[in-house]
């Protein structure tokens, strides 16, 4: 009975099989070998959409809702509450199995085999700095994949699979770095090569990727347009009083997007209006709330971080959906700023993974970038500077974790 390797990633999943041929990756829409993480619930019942589907449903103004990022709420208490979506009620483990149970679906019509068992990536952490949500958020993935019908599911690190499809025909001794940025989170595995296989020396990982930097992006350059840093006269007296942050990161957070247009949040905004030096400002952000564009927003900000970071170096965020023609300018310097602290963060994970797997810097041959973020600058630079004696190489950023998985299976004793 052959296994599914699963990438349920934070922005983009893929599935793929290893066949006597060789990996096989199966597409799950027209197009493409990977699919956005997302799903989209038409207001009025019906079915509900994943992937690009359901990016169009949201981008062409259909009633519903919209959902993205859902990997990053596994462990947490907000996975079970249930909540009204797309007229029923149902939790966040629902929808990721409603999710899954689609993949499955697709991937069964696609290569004509039933799947029993499933091999999924899990990223080292999940959750960084708490052990049991990190053990809770493994548990409520594999309760998603049985409610969505296989019957077993096993995990591997994900950059350990990203080593597998990744590492060149290296000598044996050669020592590599596998570095994984995602959506989600950063993951790092150093590996040395023995008589032609890899060997895993250490894996580590931390909870930060690339919807964080567009959380620090959107709350530097898009945020302050709809009044966050601005301020509020008092209501009783002389002054000014800093305008509350809630609501700002979460709008900026696209895992919390789908809960911010409340009745109270929208009744706080105008009471927010009322009172602001700037009520232009709060005007806008009132009309997110009402108009629910919190997503479109979210994606302009994604984009304007990917033309900062590009060549041009220069980029704008399109607000336009708010107000016509409001686009703030985003430059790479700008976007280096904002992202400061989490590139500290990320050459503090990567040296600490070294120093696990007892390897000196200087020691590394190879490093290998995968993952979406890795296609950002700072990632390039952080690892050139810790480890200045290796080759940089770029494998397959959005499919070195799915291949691997696949590949893996080729080791695996036949039951
Ligand atoms: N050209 C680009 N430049 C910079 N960042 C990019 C680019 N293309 C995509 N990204 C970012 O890559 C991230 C998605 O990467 P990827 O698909 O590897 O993540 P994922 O596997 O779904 O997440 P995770 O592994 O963390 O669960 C997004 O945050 C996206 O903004
Ligand atoms: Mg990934």
Avoid at 37 to 50: L, S
Avoid at 188 to 202: H, K, P, T
Avoid at 392 to 410: H, M, N, Y
Wanted: glycine content about 10%; hydrophobic content about 45%.
């Amino acid at each position: 009975m052959p296994t599914l390797a699963i990438d349920f990633g934070t922005s983009n999943s893929a599935v793929a099989i290893l066949t006597p041929e060789g990996l096989r990756r199966l597409p799950l829409e027209a197009g493409g070998d990977t699919l956005p993480t997302a799903v989209f619930f038409p207001a009025r019942g019906g079915a509900m959409k994943i992937g690009e589907a359901a990016g169009a449903a949201l981008i062409a103004g259909e009633e519903g809702r919209y959902m993205r990022a859902l990997k990053s709420v596994l462990g947490t208490a907000l996975f079970h509450d249930s909540r009204l979506i797309g007229g029923r009620r149902r939790t966040l483990a629902d929808v990721v199995t409603a999710f899954l149970s689609t993949v499955k679906e697709r991937a069964e019509t696609v290569s004509g085999i039933r799947f029993e068992d499933a091999l999924s990536g899990r990223p080292v952490h999940f959750h960084t700095a708490d052990p049991d949500r990190d053990a809770r958020a493994e548990a409520d993935l594999a309760a998603c994949y049985a409610a969505a019908g296989f019957t077993s599911v096993r995990f591997m690190a994900e950059p350990e699979a990203a080593a597998l499809s990744s590492h060149g025909l290296g000598a044996t001794g050669e020592i590599g770095l596998v570095v994984d940025i995602g959506g989600g989170t950063s993951d790092f595995s150093v590996y040395r090569m023995e008589g032609g296989r890899l060997r895993i020396l250490a894996s580590h990982g931390i909870r930060l990727g690339g919807t964080d930097f567009d959380e620090s992006v959107s709350l530097s350059h898009a945020m302050p347009e709809l009044g966050h840093g601005s301020s509020l006269r008092r209501e009783i007296g002389p002054g000014t009083l800093p305008m509350p942050n809630a609501v700002y990161v979460d709008l900026a957070t696209w895992s919390r997007i789908p809960f911010v247009y409340t009745p109270e949040n929208r009744r706080e905004v105008a009471r927010m209006a009322r009172l602001a030096t700037e009520p232009e400002k709060l005007d806008r952000l009132s009309a997110v709330l009402q108009e629910e564009l919190g997503h479109e927003l979210a994606f302009a900000v994604e984009h304007g971080k990917i033309a900062a970071n590009g060549p041009e170096g220069a980029g704008i965020i399109d607000m336009g959906m708010i107000e016509r023609g409001l686009a703030p300018a985003i430059t790479g310097t700008s976007l280096d700023k904002a992202l400061e602290s989490h590139r500290a963060e990320l050459a503090k994970a990567a040296a600490e993974t070294l120093h696990l797997a007892g390897i000196p810097p200087e020691s590394v041959g190879t490093v290998i970038l995968v993952g979406g973020s890795s296609l950002m600058r700072l990632v390039a630079e952080e690892a050139r500077r810790l480890c200045p004696a290796a080759r940089i190489e770029r494998s397959q950023a959005f499919t070195a974790v799915v291949d691997g998985l696949a590949l893996a299976l080729a080791e695996e004793p036949v039951a």
